[in-house]
């Protein structure tokens, strides 16, 4: 484990900070538990000036993870065929059907956004509107979030 803390080093705050904020938003947006926010809020907290670079790069590093889940399910399409399907698969599967891509509005969402994504690729929903749809979504969730903890966690 001798390599990780080279790693750690390269991408510590705030020396670079967006780097490490794009690579927390990446791994965030995966069908991992991490969370981005924190780091989003700290680095705004050590360079207010940052704000929409921040923002704009945190979008960034969520949408292309989100791109990765989508293409994830792709691949997995036969995987999953494998399994019985359950009521409550089929109705979700019926109503991401009917949406199509503009669920991927949803992928902010915590704990569902991101297997929607994966459900989007799986359905092989049409790649390019899948992701302005994560973008936008993502885009107005770090804005929305970011500003709330600025307002309710001044410094």
């Not at 390269?10 to 791994?27: D, E, K, Q």
């Not at 929409?52 to 399910?73: E, K, P, Q, R």
């Not at 991927?104 to 690729?121: E, F, K, S, Y």
Request: proline fraction near 6%; charged fraction near 10%.
């Amino acid at each position: 484990m001798q390599w990780l803390d080279p790693l750690l080093v390269l991408l510590a705050l705030p020396r670079y900070g967006l780097s490490t904020l794009f690579v927390a938003a990446f791994i965030s947006a995966t069908l991992l538990p991490v969370g981005s926010e924190p780091a989003l809020y700290g680095l705004l907290r050590l360079n207010p000036d940052l704000f929409w670079s921040a923002i704009f790069v945190a979008t960034a590093g969520n949408t292309l993870g989100g791109a990765l889940d989508w293409w994830m399910g792709y691949g997995a399409h036969q995987v999953v065929d494998k399994y019985g399907h359950s009521k409550s698969h089929v109705k979700a599967i019926e109503w991401l059907e009917h949406l199509g891509p503009k669920a991927c509005l949803l992928a902010w969402l915590p704990i569902v956004g991101d297997p929607l994504c994966a459900v989007a690729g799986w359905l092989r929903l049409s790649f390019w509107p899948c992701l302005g749809y994560m973008l936008i979504g993502k885009f107005l969730r770090y804005v929305v979030m970011t500003t709330a903890l600025i307002y309710f966690f001044p410094s």
